[in-house]
């Protein structure tokens, strides 16, 4: 099974902060890489697919990059209602797996 | 408007079983493989099962595989889970999503407890 590895787990950062979560795959999925956002008590929201394409009404703040075993998602200038727990994705192979989370905290 | 809306959550004893259910609308449902995901309290996404659209592929996590069962009835849009030898760690939120291969949307999930 391929193995997600997000870094940090953990984030505190400030309204208009440019932040970076890392996406370390443990073998190679070329660009099939999802991002997702999840706020407490909601289900996770669709932001990222194919590594760095954004889906539909996401906001252009939000990017993705990468590509083989190393994927990041940025957002430029961090605004309140990004704070929330970030999660990678693999759909390269089943079974599909997810990173363990990155929780971004004020 | 996509929705999803799952059901079927419940306390439940260890050993036990049960079936979720996720009704679907605003897509042609028969078109599109779904997926499960959990999430037990306080912990991460785990991705637990997948069937393709017409129902003839399905995938399973490992920590599920021999225990739990998805199908379809793309007759009445609906996907299901039937659970079996629960156990304590099966516990979680259940969510159902379409896949495309990625999750674009998600339902708003079923609680299933398992407890004596």
Same mark, same amino acid.
């Given at each position: %099974?391929?193995?997600?590895?997000?870094?940090? /787990?953990?984030? /505190?950062? /400030?309204?208009? %902060?440019?932040?970076?979560?890392?996406?370390?795959?443990?073998?190679?999925?070329?660009?099939?890489? =999802?991002?997702?956002?999840?706020?407490?008590?909601? =289900?996770?929201?669709?932001?990222?697919?194919? =590594?760095?394409?954004?889906?539909?009404?996401?906001?252009?703040?939000?990017?993705?990059?990468?590509?083989?075993?190393?994927?990041?998602?940025?957002?430029?200038?961090?605004?309140?209602? %990004?704070? =929330?727990?970030?999660?990678?994705?693999?759909?390269? /192979?089943?079974?599909?797996?997810?990173?363990?989370?990155?929780?971004?905290?004020? | 408007?996509?929705?999803?809306?799952?059901?079927?959550?419940?306390?439940?004893?260890?050993?036990?079983?049960?079936?979720?259910?996720?009704?679907?609308?605003?897509?042609?449902? +028969?078109?599109?493989?779904?997926?499960?995901?959990?999430?037990?309290?306080?912990?991460?996404?785990?991705?637990?099962?997948?069937?393709?659209?017409?129902?003839?592929?399905?995938?399973?996590?490992?920590?599920?595989?021999?225990?739990?069962?998805? +199908?379809?009835?793309?007759?009445?849009?609906?996907?299901?889970?039937?659970?079996?030898?629960?156990?304590?760690?099966?516990?979680?939120?259940?969510?159902?999503?379409?896949?495309?291969?990625?999750?674009?949307?998600?339902?708003?999930?079923?609680?299933?407890?398992?407890?004596?």
């Amino acid at each position: %099974d391929i193995q997600l590895t997000q870094s940090p /787990s953990f984030l /505190s950062a /400030s309204v208009g %902060d440019r932040v970076t979560i890392t996406c370390r795959a443990s073998q190679g999925i070329s660009s099939y890489l =999802a991002w997702y956002q999840q706020k407490p008590g909601k =289900a996770p929201e669709f932001l990222i697919y194919a =590594a760095y394409t954004l889906h539909s009404g996401v906001p252009s703040r939000f990017s993705g990059s990468g590509s083989g075993t190393e994927f990041t998602l940025t957002i430029s200038s961090l605004q309140p209602e %990004d704070f =929330a727990t970030y999660y990678c994705q693999q759909v390269n /192979s089943y079974p599909r797996t997810f990173g363990q989370g990155t929780k971004v905290e004020i | 408007e996509v929705q999803l809306v799952e059901s079927g959550g419940i306390l439940i004893p260890p050993g036990g079983s049960l079936r979720l259910s996720c009704a679907a609308s605003g897509f042609t449902f +028969s078109s599109y493989a779904m997926s499960w995901v959990r999430q037990a309290p306080g912990k991460g996404l785990q991705w637990v099962s997948a069937i393709s659209g017409g129902g003839d592929s399905t995938h399973y996590a490992d920590s599920v595989k021999g225990r739990f069962t998805i +199908s379809r009835d793309n007759s009445k849009n609906t996907v299901y889970l039937q659970m079996s030898s629960l156990r304590a760690e099966d516990a979680a939120v259940y969510f159902c999503a379409r896949e495309v291969p990625q999750l674009d949307y998600w339902g708003q999930g079923t609680l299933v407890t398992v407890s004596s």
